[in-house]
């Protein structure tokens, strides 16, 4: 059974800083794109960032400069440092594996962030 599990989400205020992981069970971790996305209320989901197998990465504007994503092959998780919060990153977080050869994909339950001004 595949689980994706996250964590780290919470309250922050603008300026703050937070670390969100997913840790991923039941498939082979290093061969999986991993993705963060996140939804706002009343919005529709977006893409955030994305670390292929090798590790190469790509950022939505929104988080170019500000955020990080990273991988631990060894312990089957990819985390997104998230730096100089602003209130419009409030959203739940969510994280997507993507099989490199497209056999299969999923998705973890999310993590709420929020960011007050």
């Known amino acids: 059974q595949v689980q994706l599990v996250e964590s780290g989400g919470g309250l922050v205020q603008a300026g703050g800083s937070l670390r969100l992981s997913c840790v991923a069970s039941?498939?082979?971790?290093?061969?999986?794109?991993m993705d963060w996305y996140r939804q706002a209320p009343g919005k529709q989901r977006e893409s955030v960032a994305t670390?292929?197998?090798?590790?190469?990465?790509d950022y939505a504007e929104s988080g170019k400069g500000r955020f990080t994503i990273s991988r631990d092959n060894a312990k089957n998780t990819v985390f997104l440092q998230m730096n100089s919060l602003k209130p419009e990153d409030t959203a739940v977080y969510s994280c997507?594996?993507?099989?490199?050869?497209?056999?299969?994909?999923?998705w973890g339950q999310g993590t709420r962030v929020t960011v007050s001004s």
């Open positions: 997507h594996a993507t099989h490199r050869y497209g056999r299969g994909n999923y």
């Open positions: 670390i292929s197998s090798d590790g190469s990465t």
């Open positions: 039941g498939i082979t971790f290093s061969m999986y794109i």
